[in-house]
């Protein structure tokens, strides 16, 4: 299924039940991913140390994921351009980075809740030191979609084929 027609599913029956509430920040975003059912938290860690990880995401969030997609999906019986703009934010501090995916839809997605500034939250990766050489990754992330992107963030955390997705 298009990860586009299952987020304009999910968000109408949450319409239809009254119930539409999105994260307005990356801290409700994290809360809220563990018990979502379209999404999951995974950890791992990387043999590299948190400075390295923490430099590779403030260079490749940003070089890479501020982007606007146009997508164009068409079936016999339907046709829908889609417009996103995605925003990336770094956060480093001494024993944390933070990369924060958001999206906004400019053209074809309904919203029916208040959206955060920046756009709805798609992806939270947490970078900390567990030793001089060793980084622990937790990322909050979509259960469906979006492979690309979560594989170039694991790998910039890893170091391995860093580029962008």
């Known amino acids: ?22 994260p307005q920040s990356a801290d409700e975003f994290r809360k809220a991913v563990p018990g979502a059912t379209f999404a999951k938290v995974e950890t791992f860690e990387v043999d590299r140390p948190f400075t390295q ?15 606007t997609i146009k997508t164009t999906s ?9 417009v996103t703009t995605y925003k990336p934010t770094v956060v480093v501090a001494e024993n944390k980075a933070e990369l924060h995916l958001q999206q ?5 997605v309904v919203t029916v809740s208040k959206e955060p500034a920046g756009g709805y ?45």
Not at 54 to 65: E, H, I, R, V
Request: glycine fraction near 10%; aromatic fraction near 10%.
């Open 121 to 165: 939250y798609l992806l939270v990766a947490d970078a900390q030191p567990i030793g001089k050489k060793k980084t622990r990754v937790d990322l909050y992330r979509p259960s469906m979609g979006h492979g690309v992107l979560i594989q170039a963030v694991r790998n910039w955390a890893t170091g391995e084929n860093v580029g962008c997705p």
């Open 104 to 108: 906004h839809f400019d053209q074809g």
């Open 74 to 82: 068409r079936t016999n019986t339907s046709y829908q351009v889609t």
């Open 1 to 22: 299924m298009n990860p586009y027609y299952a987020l304009q599913i999910v968000v109408g029956l949450f319409a239809l039940s009254g119930c539409v509430s999105h």
């Open 53 to 67: 990880v923490a430099s590779t995401f403030q260079k490749m969030g940003p070089d890479c994921l501020s982007k």
